[in-house]
């Protein structure tokens, strides 16, 4: 009987290649399969992949067509939009925790805004984004009245990633800022026709965004001597119809900066943005400093506010986390399935970004959903994480793969942790 194959391809990603092919090698061959990998772009793209058994591949290289004919495994679902587009999750999320109560709220407060120009934001505030304007009213009296804003919101690009486009404001006038030098970035795009394929991408980004209400209260670590905002990349394997798993090891990923409230508009956003490509970019060419990634489980006894970080706040953030990521990704799944289409020969993994408020006590701790990420850079983590994601694709691996699944919801075994399952897909 012929060994059953498994493709691994990451082009241009050579750190994920590397740790995606030394996991296969480690957990599939043993279990009979023969593993080809390589890091070479098949020349006429998906249409160009070999037949296999099993894809662990980059997106844009999956053959579909050919993976439903021969029922193969993928390591991806063909259409998940309504996780990694802020605007579609946002909608699923709304909508589910109107159903459910309080209880499925997972995410801070966000509404969805479809704008181009500036001048179009008067009639949105007015019709769409009332509650937005009464929060933006509040703030005007209060500064009217001498005293800061009480309210800040972040302006998020629906299709963004890393970081790109994320404003504060806390102001109608600020808004209309931030959108009148959007207009004025393309217009000097348009000029520029050595820019068209970069400025064709980010067009593409500004159209539909959230609007979401800052965490005034952050978690915050002083891993260096001061207090740093962060958020954790959790990391989320989903398997078939559909079962959802939290790799236990979070990542920790700091902001450059130290941490102080927002203040005045268009401040220096670097104490706020915790996303690793800020870091990289405000940088410059140098790498980003190891300092600025952490795994959670390694940051027990560093200062907080009121005493050091436990063992106890550990578990509390780790049982806090299976919550909400059970929460949304069933959201997702069952009140947007146009948007993410289940099959259960489909299994991917997720970059999914949580912070963390409240305290100092364990059980005041809270978290919350940012983002959901498909294809994370799991180079991002450094060399000094790598074995974290080896055995990230160890386990999705296990798990996926050679049907090592866990039955019992908030289970956690070797290192992965069961948040939902239940059978929603059907032919």
């Known amino acids: 009987m012929p060994r059953r194959t498994v493709w691994v391809c990451f082009p241009g990603a050579e750190y994920t290649q590397r740790v995606a092919e030394k996991a296969a090698k480690h957990v599939l061959e043993p279990a009979g399969w023969q593993v080809n990998a390589t890091s070479e772009a098949p020349a006429d793209g998906a249409d160009g992949a070999p037949d296999a058994d099993a894809y662990l591949a980059d997106y844009d290289y999956l053959p579909f067509e050919r993976i439903f004919e021969r029922n193969a495994l993928c390591s991806s679902y063909m259409i998940r939009k309504a996780l990694i587009r802020k605007h579609y999750l946002a909608q699923a999320l709304a909508t589910y925790a109107v ?31 009332y509650e937005v304007k009464e929060l933006l009213d509040e703030n005007e009296a209060l500064i009217e009245q001498g005293h800061a804003p009480k309210h800040w919101l972040i302006l998020k690009p629906g299709m963004a990633d890393q970081g790109h486009g994320i404003q504060l404001f806390s102001t109608e006038d600020r808004l209309r800022e931030i959108f009148t030098d959007m207009e004025m970035s393309d217009d000097e795009d348009d000029q520029d026709e050595a820019n068209d394929d ?11 965004f959230v609007v979401q209400k800052y965490i005034h209260d952050p978690l915050l670590i002083r891993t260096n ?16 119809g559909l079962a959802v798993y939290l790799m236990d090891d979070m990542l920790a990923l700091f902001a ?31 790498p980003l400093p190891a300092e600025n990634v952490f795994r959670l489980s390694d940051l027990e006894g560093q200062p907080i506010e009121g005493g050091v970080l436990t063992k106890e706040h550990i578990k509390s953030i780790h049982s806090a986390a299976v919550r909400v990521v059970g929460t949304a990704f069933e959201a997702a799944a069952r009140t947007a399935a146009v948007h993410w289409q289940l099959w259960p020969n489909a299994f991917e993994l997720f970059g999914v970004d949580l912070l963390v408020s409240g305290g100092p006590a364990p059980a005041d701790l809270g978290v919350w959903l940012l983002e959901i990420n498909a294809q994370p850079d799991y180079a991002q983590s450094g060399e000094r994480l790598e074995r974290v994601i080896e055995h990230v694709f160890e386990r999705a691996l296990q798990v996926s793969m050679l049907d090592q699944r866990i039955d019992t919801l908030g289970a956690s075994v070797d290192g992965c942790t069961l948040c939902f399952s239940d059978r929603l897909y059907a032919k």
Request: charge should be negative; charged fraction near 20%; aromatic fraction near 6%.
């Open 225 to 240: 001597g001061t207090p740093r905002k962060f958020h954790l990349r959790a990391y989320v394997l989903c398997v078939g």
């Open 256 to 286: 450059t900066d130290a941490y102080s409230p927002p203040s005045g508009d268009g401040a220096d956003m670097r104490g706020h943005l915790t996303n690793t490509c800020v870091g990289v970019r405000a940088a410059g060419s140098a």
């Open 99 to 129: 159903k459910k109560g309080t209880d499925a709220v997972v995410a801070p407060a966000t509404w969805t805004l479809d704008c181009q120009f500036a001048d179009e934001l008067d009639e949105i505030l007015a019709d769409d984004l």
């Open 198 to 208: 970069a400025s064709g991408v980010v067009a593409s980004q500004l159209r539909h």
